[in-house]
């Protein structure tokens, strides 16, 4: 299970919008590229702001970008504006994106820095292994449990909650051992769905 299977009814509600930004001639590549630099803006700014109140940007900022990421999707395919660029620029956007809009919450307490330096790691490996589905003969994997709209939906919350209290409970400490495990086992889920998919073809 994963927030992802939602995609496709997203979609449909940003068409309209897609096809709008498509006749004023907005590219995918662009809008690519405005996601990630606003993510670092993001998470620089939270990174130097001494005020756990601007720690809402996380949830607000992350469903923006995730509709800004299916818009994206949709001026590539639907628009006649896919490129071997814009393929790059939507896998490198992601991994920036999240790697700055994660990063705010390495000085979170009761957060380790350690512990959450290694979820940002893993968080990017599962990307990079959905990824190399392609190099076997597979689709690009976006299996769960801990896909990139699973980790934007538990940011989003742990954003809001912070920005609403100031602070977070200290029992979140849990939270980091079972974002690892969630996270070695969408690796896993990537790794097998997609090599029993290679061989299928």
């Not at 979609?11 to 690519?32: E, F, H, K, M, S």
């Not at 996601?35 to 900022?61: E, H």
């Not at 620029?89 to 512990?115: K, Y």
Request: hydrophobic letters at 55%; proline letters at 4%; a positive charge.
């Amino acid at each position: 299970m994963s927030v992802y299977q939602l995609k496709s009814r997203f979609q449909d509600l940003l068409r309209p919008l897609t096809r709008r930004l498509a006749q004023c001639g907005i590219t995918a590549n662009q809008v690519t590229v405005t996601a990630m630099l606003i993510s670092v803006l993001v998470g620089v700014w939270l990174v130097i702001a001494d005020n756990k109140a601007w720690f809402w940007l996380v949830p607000i900022w992350l469903f923006v970008r995730m509709a800004m990421n299916a818009i994206d999707g949709m001026l590539a395919r639907e628009f006649n504006q896919q490129s071997a660029l814009g393929a790059y620029l939507n896998e490198l956007g992601d991994l920036v994106s999240d790697t700055a809009l994660f990063m705010p919450f390495l000085w979170i307490a009761p957060f380790q820095p350690h512990w959450m330096g290694l979820i940002i790691v893993l968080a990017l490996l599962t990307e990079f292994v959905g990824l190399l589905g392609l190099s076997v003969g597979a689709s690009r994997r976006y299996d769960g449990p801990m896909g990139k709209s699973d980790r934007a939906l538990l940011f989003g919350i742990l954003g809001g909650w912070l920005a609403v209290d100031g602070f977070l409970p200290q029992w979140m400490i849990w939270l980091q051992p079972l974002l690892i495990v969630l996270l070695l086992w969408t690796i896993f889920n990537r790794i097998r769905r997609g090599l029993a998919e290679a061989a299928k073809s």
